[in-house]
């Protein structure tokens, strides 16, 4: 994980810096390269991998809405936007209570939750990094160790992954852990960007 971040603090995202068009990413990538922070390993990461979805084009997914009228099918397509694609792979919780209560929605949006991950705190300051699955809380105080559990979850059960952030997934897959892969509907840019962390952590 270490050379991954240098790689993409010192080459990916300097040279692809243009695509940070809000405030947030312009902020982002300050406190990445201003030395005088001295951000946590964890707050880097989860820096980094905000920043990594400003890089990826709209997410598009397809779902097929079956109605039996006259025997058609109709196809729906949605675009996330960059906050949905960022709140599906990680959520902000102010506090522990703030925690439960996302949890809360969660559950009662959804019949069967996937793996997710929390942070408790800011993002600077985590207090600490939760993942829930199936309404069960695993607390950690590294994110590096949230996504690794998180990543493994949706592996060992057999999870599709959030439709809004798969393209994360599909990076942390193709780069850490380079398991057999069916999802076909990985986008070119996140191919693109695949190759290219590929290319440079060979290096």
Not at 51 to 60: D, G
Request: proline fraction near 3%; charged fraction near 25%; charge should be neutral.
């Amino acid at each position: 994980m270490e050379k991954f971040l240098n790689i993409m603090i010192e080459k990916i995202l300097p040279d692809q810096s243009e695509k940070f068009f809000s405030a947030e990413d312009s902020e982002m990538w300050k406190q990445l390269v201003d030395k005088n922070n001295n951000l946590t390993r964890s707050a880097t990461c989860l820096l980094v991998f905000r920043l990594i979805q400003s890089l990826l084009s709209p997410c598009r997914i397809s779902s097929k809405i079956l109605q039996d009228v006259e025997n058609t099918k109709n196809v729906s397509k949605k675009f996330y936007s960059l906050r949905e694609s960022r709140d599906a792979f990680l959520i902000k919780c102010t506090n522990e209570t703030d925690l439960n209560e996302k949890v809360s929605i969660k559950l009662a949006k959804e019949s069967s939750v996937s793996p997710y991950i929390f942070i408790v705190g800011s993002l600077n300051q985590a207090q600490a990094f939760i993942v829930n699955f199936e309404n069960i809380t695993y607390k950690f105080h590294s994110l590096t160790k949230a996504i690794d559990i998180c990543f493994k979850a949706y592996t060992l059960f057999n999870i599709a992954y959030p439709e809004a952030c798969s393209s994360v997934w599909d990076i942390i897959n193709r780069v850490f852990y380079k398991l057999p892969d069916d999802n076909t509907n990985t986008k070119p840019s996140t191919y693109l960007l695949i190759n290219e962390i590929r290319t440079a952590m060979e290096q």
